[in-house]
Nanobody, 123 residues
Framework: QVQLVESGGGLVQAGGSLRLSCTAS????????LGWFRQAPLKGREFVAG???????GYGDSVKGRFTISRDNGKNTVYLQMTSLKPEETAIYYC?????????????????WGQGTQVTVSS
C-alpha cells in the first residue's frame, strides 16, 4: 500500500503563498492520479486540485487561477503551489491517490490518503 507524506504547511499572512508537497512510496507513482483536498474545522472535505497520470489537471472553482498542481514523477512527489491565500482557506490539506490514474472531485473515489498538513492563513 502506498504511503503518502505531506509537508510544507504552516502559518502565512493573507495574500501570501505556500507550496505543499506530497511524497509517495513505491514504484508506480507515475501511474497514479493525485488529488489535494482540504478540510476546515466544522466543514466538509473540499476538492482543491487534481492531476492525472498523463498530467491533466483540474481545480476547485474557488482556487482556479491562484493554485497550481504539478508532479515530479522522478521524485514521487506532487506539489500544490498556493498564492493569494485567504483566511477562509485555513484548513488541513490532504493529498490522495487514485491507483487508476484518474482524478475525481469526490474524495470517496480516492484509494489512499495522507495524514494531512495544517495551513493557517492569518488576516
Amino acid at each position: 500500500q502506498v504511503q503518502l507524506v505531506e509537508s510544507g504547511g504552516g502559518l502565512v499572512q493573507a495574500g501570501g503563498s505556500l507550496r505543499l508537497s506530497c511524497t509517495a512510496s513505491g514504484r508506480s507513482f507515475s501511474t497514479y492520479g493525485l488529488g489535494w483536498f482540504r478540510q476546515a474545522p466544522l466543514k466538509g472535505r473540499e476538492f482543491v486540485a487534481g492531476i492525472t497520470s498523463d498530467g491533466s489537471t483540474g481545480y476547485g472553482d474557488s482556487v482556479k487561477g491562484r493554485f497550481t498542481i504539478s508532479r515530479d514523477n522522478g521524485k514521487n512527489t506532487v506539489y500544490l503551489q498556493m498564492t493569494s491565500l485567504k483566511p477562509e482557506e485555513t484548513a488541513i490539506y490532504y493529498c490522495a491517490v487514485v491507483y487508476s490514474g484518474a482524478i475525481y472531485y469526490f474524495g470517496s473515489s480516492y484509494d489512499h490518503w495522507g495524514q494531512g498538513t495544517q495551513v493557517t492563513v492569518s488576516s
